[in-house]
Nanobody, 126 residues
Framework: QVQLVESGGGLVQAGGSLRLSCAASGRTFSSYLVGWFRQAPGKEREFLAAITWIGNTDYAESVKGRFTISRDNAKNTVYLQMNSLKPEDTAVYTC????????????????????WGQGTQVTVSS
């Protein structure tokens, strides 16, 4: 069992930055693919970024060049650095994970994720 807890959300002005953290407990995190998603009111959940067990990354076009995903396995934590934030980035941000210590893991396969955090609110004011 893996428990995921997000932190780092808040209110920021457009153009600002935030760093979200996804802390895992319960099992060794290093063999898990971790993804970040967001959901705004009235919209579907959106894939943002993912990082594999060996550090390969994937980004949605909407955040590429602005967001950076990274992991610190010693701290069992995955980060999402968000720069140049826009009002349309306002949403609840959630991290998720699934066990995949292999090549070919795809962070966009939302049905593969077995563990989800509770989410953290990010609000970007104009």
């Amino acid at each position: 069992q893996v428990q995921l807890v997000e932190s780092g959300g808040g209110l920021v002005q457009a153009g600002g930055s935030l760093r979200l953290s996804c802390a895992a407990s319960g099992r060794t995190f290093s063999s898990y693919l971790v993804g970040w998603f967001r959901q705004a009111p009235g919209k579907e959940r959106e894939f943002l970024a993912a990082i594999t067990w060996i550090g390969n990354t994937d980004y949605a076009e909407s955040v590429k060049g602005r967001f950076t995903i990274s992991r610190d396995n010693a701290k069992n934590t995955v980060y999402l650095q968000m720069n140049s934030l826009k009002p349309e980035d306002t949403a609840v941000y959630t991290c998720a994970a699934y066990y995949c210590p292999a090549y070919g893991c795809n962070g966009r396969w939302i049905h593969k994720y077995t563990y989800w955090g509770q989410g953290t609110q990010v609000t970007v004011s104009s």
